[in-house]
């Protein structure tokens, strides 16, 4: 499995709604990352994870808060959202042990629209 | 500053022939190199990766080559063919405890049939 899995596809919430974004891989992957893409611009780092803590927060708002329940499960709960925060929302994860095929690796995002 | 940066915007090229996607970047400190391709609606596609320590690599109809002393990375896609029609992001990578990423903007490729 040389996969990254991110489910919904695709989520529409209303602003007073709480929803969650997942993301899994069964690579063995070690590190695991959310970005934020906004249209016709690159990925913009959010979270990482590395062995299942949290890493590197950047400078996210707290109406984002990321869990990583396992190696392999990565979430995103999204809780009073702005219409601002609508965007393709991105996991990805990587090994972390330095190797001939560094193996990073995104999944094809949640298309998230906020009402 | 870290940047990693494109030179064109857009790039249009006939079915058939030779693309060619620049990037610039400013940190010395990038481990190693991606081309991305993002389709429509997509995730980032990996392409291919270069080592900081090697000039060149190819893959299935793709090179990639790296000019450390003047920071230039590019992007060769042979024979273009219509499905190569994204947008093509090239990045650095500095590894740590994680892969710290650092995009570039993007060239936006079309192919004309």
């Known amino acids: 499995d040389t996969e990254v899995t991110q489910t919904p596809k695709h989520l529409v919430m209303g602003m007073t709604n709480k929803k969650s974004l997942k993301c899994e891989q069964h690579m063995g992957h070690r590190a695991m990352y959310w970005y934020k893409q906004k249209a016709k611009k690159p990925p913009e780092l959010m979270f990482v994870y590395s062995y299942e803590k949290l890493s590197i927060n950047e400078s996210v708002p707290s109406r984002f808060s990321p869990e990583c329940p396992n190696s392999s499960l990565l979430n995103l709960h999204l809780h009073a959202l702005q219409p601002e925060d609508s965007a393709l929302y991105l996991c990805?994860?990587?090994?972390?042990?330095?190797?001939?095929?560094?193996?990073?690796?995104f999944g094809s995002g949640t298309r998230l629209t906020v009402v | 500053g870290e940047s990693v940066g494109l030179h064109l915007p857009t790039l249009s090229v006939q079915e058939g022939d030779n693309s060619i996607i620049n990037c610039a970047y400013s940190?010395?400190?990038?481990?190693?190199f991606i081309w991305y391709k993002q389709e429509s609606g997509k995730g980032p596609q990996f392409i291919i990766d270069i080592r900081s320590n090697m000039d060149k690599r190819q893959g299935q109809r793709v090179t990639v080559l790296l000019n450390k002393t003047v920071k230039h990375l590019s992007l060769q896609i042979a024979a273009t063919q219509p499905g190569d029609s994204a947008v093509y992001f090239c990045a650095g990578v500095m590894k740590t405890s994680y892969d710290k990423v650092i995009f570039g903007p993007g060239t936006s490729l079309s192919v004309i049939p």
């Open positions: 990805a994860s990587s090994q972390i042990v330095s190797a001939t095929n560094y193996g990073y690796t």
């Open positions: 940190n010395s400190a990038s481990d190693y």
